[in-house]
């Protein structure tokens, strides 16, 4: 209803609808190039748009790469490595103890003073955790020969000696590339050691047996 | 209400294809210059109201409805709010004539002021039009030069068409009062 007062007034208005004719015509022209300057703002943001869209990928990337070097340890220390490092150590110097009190054990038992006793080859110390398997093999033999209160005296000393040291991978001699496998002169010592070892084993031996000769003749 | 020339430039510009922006600047870059520059008189403000306005234009093209305007109207919109919130924030303030609760014109007075041809007139309608705010000015002008609906006017000004009648009518006593302000 209004609307259609407002048409009418519209077409009877035509003082008022002249001057506003004359108002645009007086209004400033529209620059020629007005247009193309646009376009190149809306190009120029176009690439812009392009670059925000790629550089949040590479910052992302750029952290990616950050953190992982944060978090990667370095190559010369690995401390999973050290703990397990540190157990088998313990491990390794409880075998070797117990080898060692237990061959003093043997020396104890055994009566005769003036024979030459069986003591474990000296092997290098990177060379017992390479035997570490043949000493535990020997273990139930020499387990044999010993008596229960000779273990119960060991414990306590085992006890002291498992303060523990922070050890890295390269002070446990299996680790060690170079001791994977033994080299010639380690070889030709080893087989020396053994013959001397035999020979002393053959001298024990012709001992115990002129011994038990002189005991038997004695009764 | 959208022709089909429409409907190509409007998927033209959603796929931002230049020759698109392109042709919408042809096609209403004048008009909207014109609608720009009435309310910001300073061409290099204009401008630059301008070239904001078809930036928007394109970049929310996705949110434009066919169901509630035309292009047209939608591109009118906003180059309204574009250039009033301009005037807000950087022009000056300017001191308008105010409606005022002096003698009352009756409408045979009004319709005879505007309905009569005369040169006289039209020069004092042209001296009173620039005492007008912006946004009657505008309004004036959408209605009288571009002869928009009121639901056009409505839609552009974010308003209602029974508010717009008011307004018009507000506003054209108002400038009959000024011209008589002005003769006197």
């Known amino acids: 209803m209004k609307e259609d007062i407002l048409d009418t007034l519209r077409q009877q208005d035509t003082n008022l609808r002249e001057a506003i004719h004359e108002e645009e015509k007086a209004l400033p022209h529209m620059p020629a190039d007005l247009n193309a300057r646009l376009m190149q703002r809306v190009e120029s943001g176009r690439s812009a748009r392009k670059r925000r869209i790629i550089w949040p990928w590479i910052a992302a990337a750029c952290v990616t790469a950050l953190i992982a070097v944060y978090l990667t340890p370095p190559k010369a220390v690995a401390p999973q490595q050290d703990v397990v490092a540190k157990v088998e150590l313990k491990a390794e110097e409880h075998v070797a103890n117990s080898q060692e009190s237990r061959l003093s054990d043997i020396s104890s038992v055994t009566t005769i003073e003036d024979a030459p006793q069986v003591t474990a080859a000296p092997v290098k110390h990177k060379h017992v955790a390479s035997k570490q398997s043949d000493v535990i093999d020997k273990e139930p033999l020499l387990a044999q020969e010993t008596t229960e209160t000779d273990h119960a005296e060991e414990m306590p000393i085992h006890k002291e000696e498992t303060a523990s040291t922070t050890l890295t991978e390269r002070d446990i001699p299996i680790t060690r590339p170079e001791n994977l496998k033994y080299t010639p002169e380690e070889i030709a010592l080893m087989k020396q050691q053994a013959t001397e070892a035999y020979l002393k084993w053959v001298q024990l031996e012709l001992e115990i047996s002129k011994y038990n000769l002189e005991q038997t003749a004695q009764q | ?184």
């Not at chain 2, 928007?56 to 939608?74: A, E, G, H, M």
């Not at chain 2, 709010?81 to 002096?102: T, V």
């Not at chain 2, 041809?117 to 020069?123: D, I, P, W």
Request: one cysteine or more; hydrophobic letters at 40%.
């Open chain 2, 1 to 184: 209400m959208i022709t089909e020339s429409d409907i190509d430039l409007i998927e033209g510009l959603r796929k931002r294809h230049p020759k698109a922006q392109q042709t919408t600047l042809d096609r209403f870059g004048h008009d909207v210059f014109a609608q720009v520059v009435r309310l910001i008189p300073v061409v290099e403000n204009a401008e630059e109201v301008y070239q904001d306005v078809f930036i928007k234009v394109f970049d929310n093209i996705q949110r434009y409805d066919p169901n509630r305007s035309s292009l047209k109207t939608w591109i009118t919109r906003i180059a309204y709010n574009e250039a009033i919130s301009f005037l807000r924030k950087k022009s000056a303030p300017m001191i308008y004539f105010e409606d005022y609760d002096g003698e009352a014109l009756s409408d045979e007075e009004v319709d005879e002021t505007f309905g009569h041809a005369n040169k006289e007139t039209v020069q004092l309608i042209r001296a009173a039009l620039k005492h007008l705010p912006p946004e009657e000015r505008a309004l004036i002008t959408m209605f009288y030069y571009e002869e928009m609906s009121l639901k056009d006017i409505a839609f552009v000004t974010e308003s209602l068409p029974t508010t717009i009648a008011s307004k018009l009518s507000r506003t054209r006593k108002k400038l009959c009062r000024i011209i008589k302000m002005l003769q006197s």
